[in-house]
Structure formats: C-alpha cells, structure tokens
C-alpha cells in the first residue's frame, strides 16, 4: 500500500480542524442605474459589476451566486424589481451578503437606506459591504460608521432630490416654449433631424393621419373607420414604430391591426391641427395620474398642422353629441357576466364579445360572438355567433356529466394517485438529502479557503477544487426547487380536486351556474363556428369537449 505523504496528512488534519473556521457568504451583487446615471461612465452597470467582482475577488470568502440589476430605476424607494428579488432570496437563506458599489447603489432615501443597513441587515445576519464607501459591517474599522453613515445617507437623498427638482423644472419650462419633450413623436409626425424638441410631418404616415380625420368628418364611426384602415392595409402606429426603430419590445408592438381605441386617441388630439398640449399626467409617488385640463400646458401653432382647425372642430363636435345621446338613452343595467375572461373564439383566439338584445316584452337575451369581422377586417375570422343562454346549458349539462361517465370518474379520481403520500415522502427524503450533502460540501469548502491562506494549497489548485464543489452545489440545489415545485403542485393539485368535485355536487343537485361555480370549475372554454364547446376543467388542466 502506498504511503500518505507528510503534506497530504498535514492538509487532511487542516481541512479537519478548519471546516468550522472560516464562514463562506452567499454574495449578492446589486447594481442600480437611475436615469441621470447613464450621463456618469463611472456608474454604468458594467462598471459598477467590474468594481465588486475585482473586490469579491480579494476576498475568496465571498461566494457570488447572483447578480441584481435594476436600470433606469430612481433611489428614492425601494419599489424595484431586481432589489425585491434579491430580498425575496435573502429572506429565502440563499444570500448571506450584499455588494454594492457605494451606498447610494442602495438607496437615496435617508430613512429607508437607514433602516436596511443598521436595522434589516444586522437582524437578518445579512452582510452588507459598500466598496468605494469602505463599509462593510462585518468590520470594525468602517469609515462610515457611526454618525457619518446617516449623514451620507441623507445627503444621497438631498442630491436625488435636488435632481429631480431640477429635471421637472426644466421639463416644465421647455413645454411651456412649446418644445416637445416625449420620447417618440406622435404617429403622422417625426423629430427634426436637428432638434429633438421640435415635430415636422412624417410624409409616409401622415396622409393616413387626414384620411382618417376625413372619415371622421364624414361622421364614420370608429368601428367603421378601424375596417377601412385594416382591409386597405395601412400600417399601425405600432409596426410603423417599429420598423423604424423607435420601439423594439415585443409587448409594445401588438398584433398589427388596427383598434378603436388607437383610432379615438388621434382623433382627440390636438397635435394634429400644431398645437403643442402637454402636461396632461403628473408622477405622485412615482405613480402617473391625470391632471385637471385647466392645468394642461398649451402652446399655439409650435409645428406645421396635418389637419385644419375646421375640421378637427368639426369632429369634436360630432362625437360630443354621439356622446351625450347615449348617456341620455335610458338603459336598464346588463346582468353579470359570468363567463367574463374564460370564453374565447376557437378560431381566432380573441375573447368573444358580450351582446345585448333588448325586447320589450320579457327578460333581455345576450349573445357571445367573434367581432374580429367587424371591429378588425372582413375575413379575419369564420366568426362565432352563440346565445349566452345555450352556452350555460351545455356547460352546465356537461359539467355534471362528467361525475358519471368514465372520464369524470377518472378525473375524480386521478389526483388520489398523483398526490400519494408515498411520492410525496419520496421527494421529501431526496431533498433532505441533497440538502445534507449541501452543508458537507460547503463545510469543505470553508476547510479549503483555510489551507489556501496557509499556502497548503496553490491558487490554481484552490479554485479549481472550488469551482468543482460550487458546480455540484448548485446542482443540487436546482434538484432541490425542482423537487419543492412538485411538491406544492401535488398540494394545490389536491385543493383544485377537493373544489372541483364540491362544485360538480352543487350543479349535480340542482345549483345554476354562476360565477363562483365557473371559477371553481373552468379555466377556459372555445366556441367554435358550429356552437361546440372546448372545455378546459381547472381540476388538473383537462381538455375535454363538449357537443350538442
């Protein structure tokens, strides 16, 4: 048998004695970026990333295992996605410290920044280091401790203050000089090419502009104007912003067509006739919310009109009237719609549209049907027409019968095994497991930041060894979510069930379908052109279909 080296006893007997020594942190890196920041290259997120890795890096105690980012997010508060997140882990054990670049990183709110530094850190064992501030709380010899760490958070929130004053002043002063101060230009217009403040006509899109006013004019209704406009396939403002470039994210490009509301909100405004009309919201606690028209900000012909002052007034006065003939048309209130966000056109994939049918003699009959037709172009869908009533019929005829066939049967009865208690202990056990292989392996790596101080080990040797270990650990905690995700999906599972078939006993003896029952019941239901339902159950996702 060969010999242990000397060294190699050695190093067994140091990892042995120092596995409780040396604590490794879990480290969180957070980075916020205010708008004002961008002008500052010393505050740019990669720079501020650079800073604390260079750090983290001299001090081998600090595990990184995330990074947080919040750009573009004012310090005054702390209503910020990616610092919710990196709390929301804190609280979850996953972090043990947080790196920032300086303490205005944190915040540039005195009492708030205040009472997570001296109060919610220390209580929560949370490290907290500040770099180019030197504070770091584990230390004793903090630059700003004491006395001087409120006062630099005040000071912070004195600045971001002082900044924010400033911006709205010089905003408010460059509206009422009838300079524009949005980030896209109106649809119909584009920003001089020299001066970003100032509107010219865009020639692609604003004909497209002074031809819907002229529909308009001619008292078209909206519904009327949005067909047009998509069957003589003009572009929306949406994809014209997009093709050039001014918006790039999926969620602000839409589906294309044309809507009544993009067509309503041209028709009331009055950049279109060159007025400049601003100030119409105001940010309280960093919240936008209307302001009274009388404090809107309006400056006369700043930019050339697309449409005459005639007609503009022409057509607000059309849609006045319209507006005030249907508040003076008495009308009894609709019933409650209990199918609101779970009835959809199968073809299409739009939510079907409630319509009322009055009568003079009986109760009012309600219809579900497709408008894509009528409120996108003609031909868009194969359209869907069902009355609501027949809709409740079936469903509730169905519901009930799937307590009876085999299907209803199985689906009562599936969860039992989805949810035995022999899986869910199986799970149980492999977690803690996981987790107990989790402490020996962080355990090991403490004992290994030990020997490396010692020079027992050498730097390459070190982080190799290290970076074997943190692979394995995160693995394993990735096994771990997973297994937590299905145990709480086995849980919740088995609450759905035990609502599902308490609902299904209701409709069974006798109970109308309501409103309460549906959200027990349904998740989604598609109606096709023949009046066929597809039913999706909430009780494990089902899809079943219902027919006549």
Same mark, same amino acid.
């Given at each position: 048998m060969a010999r242990k080296s000397r060294k190699g006893m050695e190093m067994d007997a140091v990892l042995e004695?120092?596995?409780?020594?040396?604590?490794v942190y879990n480290t969180a890196l957070y980075i916020r970026l205010s708008v004002e920041d961008n002008k500052k290259r010393g505050n740019s997120v990669e720079s501020q990333k650079s800073i604390m890795e260079n750090y983290a890096a001299l001090n081998p105690e600090l595990k990184i295992v995330d990074t947080y980012i919040d750009?573009?997010?004012t310090g005054t508060n702390f209503d910020r996605a990616g610092f919710k997140r990196m709390m929301a882990d804190a609280e979850a054990g996953k972090i043990k410290c947080i790196v920032v670049k300086d303490l205005s990183r944190l915040g540039r709110n005195a009492i708030d920044t205040g009472y997570y530094v001296e109060k919610y850190f220390p209580l929560?064992? $949370?490290?907290? $280091?500040?770099?180019?501030?030197?504070?770091?709380?584990?230390?004793?010899?903090?630059?700003?401790?004491? $006395?001087?760490?409120?006062? =630099?958070?005040?000071?912070?929130? /004195?600045?971001?203050?002082?900044?924010?004053?400033? !911006?709205? /002043?010089?905003?408010?002063?460059?509206?009422?000089?009838?300079?524009? $101060?949005? /980030?896209?230009?109106?649809?119909?217009?584009?920003?001089?090419?020299?001066?970003?403040?100032?509107?010219?006509i865009d020639p692609e899109t604003a004909p497209v502009v002074r031809q819907i006013f002229e529909w308009a004019y001619e008292q078209a209704g909206l519904n009327t104007i949005v067909k047009r406009l998509n069957d003589g396939g003009f572009i929306c403002p949406s994809h014209h912003k997009k093709e050039t470039g001014l918006i790039t994210h999926e969620n602000l490009i839409g589906s294309g067509k044309w809507q009544t509301f993009t067509v309503n909100k041209i028709l009331c405004d009055e950049v279109y006739i060159g007025d400049m009309v601003q100030g119409k919201t105001k940010s309280?606690?960093?919240?936008?919310?209307?302001?009274?028209?009388? =404090?809107? !900000?309006?400056v006369r012909d700043t930019h050339e009109p697309i449409v005459s002052r005639e007609v503009f007034s022409a057509v607000q006065a059309h849609r006045e009237q319209i507006a005030a003939e249907s508040i003076a048309r008495a009308q009894s209130p609709y019933t409650l719609n209990i199918f609101k966000g779970k009835v959809f056109c199968a073809h299409c994939g739009k939510p079907l549209h409630r319509q009322r049918s009055q009568r003079k003699t009986g109760p009012d009959v309600y219809f579900l049907h497709c408008?894509?037709?009528?409120?996108?172009? =003609?031909?868009?869908?194969?359209?869907?027409?069902?009355?609501?009533a027949e809709v409740k019929r079936k469903l509730a005829a169905f519901l009930c019968s799937q307590a009876v066939t085999p299907t209803g049967e199985n689906l009562l009865s599936r969860q039992r095994g989805m949810i035995a208690d022999e899986r869910r202990d199986a799970a149980a056990s492999q977690a803690a497991q996981l987790r107990q292989g989790i402490g020996d392996k962080q355990r090991f790596l403490q004992g290994l930041y030990e020997t490396f101080v010692k020079g027992i080990l050498t730097r390459g040797e070190y982080f190799t060894m290290k970076a074997e270990y943190e =692979?394995?650990?995160?693995?394993?905690?990735?096994? !771990?979510?997973?297994?937590e995700t299905e145990m709480r999906l086995y849980e919740s599972s088995a609450a759905a069930q035990i609502g599902w078939k308490d609902g299904i006993r209701q409709l069974d003896s006798g109970a109308a379908l309501n409103a309460e029952l549906m959200n027990r019941l349904v998740e989604r239901i598609e109606i096709n052109s023949d009046k066929t339902l597809v039913v999706t159950c909430r009780s494990e996702g089902l899809e079943v279909y219902a027919h006549d």
């Amino acid at each position: 048998m060969a010999r242990k080296s000397r060294k190699g006893m050695e190093m067994d007997a140091v990892l042995e004695e120092a596995v409780f020594e040396i604590p490794v942190y879990n480290t969180a890196l957070y980075i916020r970026l205010s708008v004002e920041d961008n002008k500052k290259r010393g505050n740019s997120v990669e720079s501020q990333k650079s800073i604390m890795e260079n750090y983290a890096a001299l001090n081998p105690e600090l595990k990184i295992v995330d990074t947080y980012i919040d750009n573009g997010t004012t310090g005054t508060n702390f209503d910020r996605a990616g610092f919710k997140r990196m709390m929301a882990d804190a609280e979850a054990g996953k972090i043990k410290c947080i790196v920032v670049k300086d303490l205005s990183r944190l915040g540039r709110n005195a009492i708030d920044t205040g009472y997570y530094v001296e109060k919610y850190f220390p209580l929560n064992h $949370i490290r907290f $280091i500040a770099v180019t501030d030197r504070y770091d709380s584990d230390s004793g010899d903090n630059v700003h401790g004491g $006395i001087i760490l409120p006062l =630099k958070n005040m000071i912070n929130e /004195a600045y971001s203050l002082d900044i924010g004053r400033k !911006i709205k /002043a010089q905003a408010r002063q460059s509206m009422e000089h009838g300079e524009y $101060i949005g /980030a896209r230009p109106p649809y119909g217009y584009v920003k001089h090419p020299r001066d970003c403040h100032r509107l010219v006509i865009d020639p692609e899109t604003a004909p497209v502009v002074r031809q819907i006013f002229e529909w308009a004019y001619e008292q078209a209704g909206l519904n009327t104007i949005v067909k047009r406009l998509n069957d003589g396939g003009f572009i929306c403002p949406s994809h014209h912003k997009k093709e050039t470039g001014l918006i790039t994210h999926e969620n602000l490009i839409g589906s294309g067509k044309w809507q009544t509301f993009t067509v309503n909100k041209i028709l009331c405004d009055e950049v279109y006739i060159g007025d400049m009309v601003q100030g119409k919201t105001k940010s309280i606690n960093h919240r936008q919310v209307p302001v009274s028209k009388d =404090k809107w !900000i309006v400056v006369r012909d700043t930019h050339e009109p697309i449409v005459s002052r005639e007609v503009f007034s022409a057509v607000q006065a059309h849609r006045e009237q319209i507006a005030a003939e249907s508040i003076a048309r008495a009308q009894s209130p609709y019933t409650l719609n209990i199918f609101k966000g779970k009835v959809f056109c199968a073809h299409c994939g739009k939510p079907l549209h409630r319509q009322r049918s009055q009568r003079k003699t009986g109760p009012d009959v309600y219809f579900l049907h497709c408008i894509a037709n009528s409120r996108i172009a =003609k031909g868009t869908c194969p359209g869907v027409m069902v009355d609501e009533a027949e809709v409740k019929r079936k469903l509730a005829a169905f519901l009930c019968s799937q307590a009876v066939t085999p299907t209803g049967e199985n689906l009562l009865s599936r969860q039992r095994g989805m949810i035995a208690d022999e899986r869910r202990d199986a799970a149980a056990s492999q977690a803690a497991q996981l987790r107990q292989g989790i402490g020996d392996k962080q355990r090991f790596l403490q004992g290994l930041y030990e020997t490396f101080v010692k020079g027992i080990l050498t730097r390459g040797e070190y982080f190799t060894m290290k970076a074997e270990y943190e =692979k394995r650990i995160t693995a394993a905690m990735d096994e !771990i979510a997973l297994l937590e995700t299905e145990m709480r999906l086995y849980e919740s599972s088995a609450a759905a069930q035990i609502g599902w078939k308490d609902g299904i006993r209701q409709l069974d003896s006798g109970a109308a379908l309501n409103a309460e029952l549906m959200n027990r019941l349904v998740e989604r239901i598609e109606i096709n052109s023949d009046k066929t339902l597809v039913v999706t159950c909430r009780s494990e996702g089902l899809e079943v279909y219902a027919h006549d």
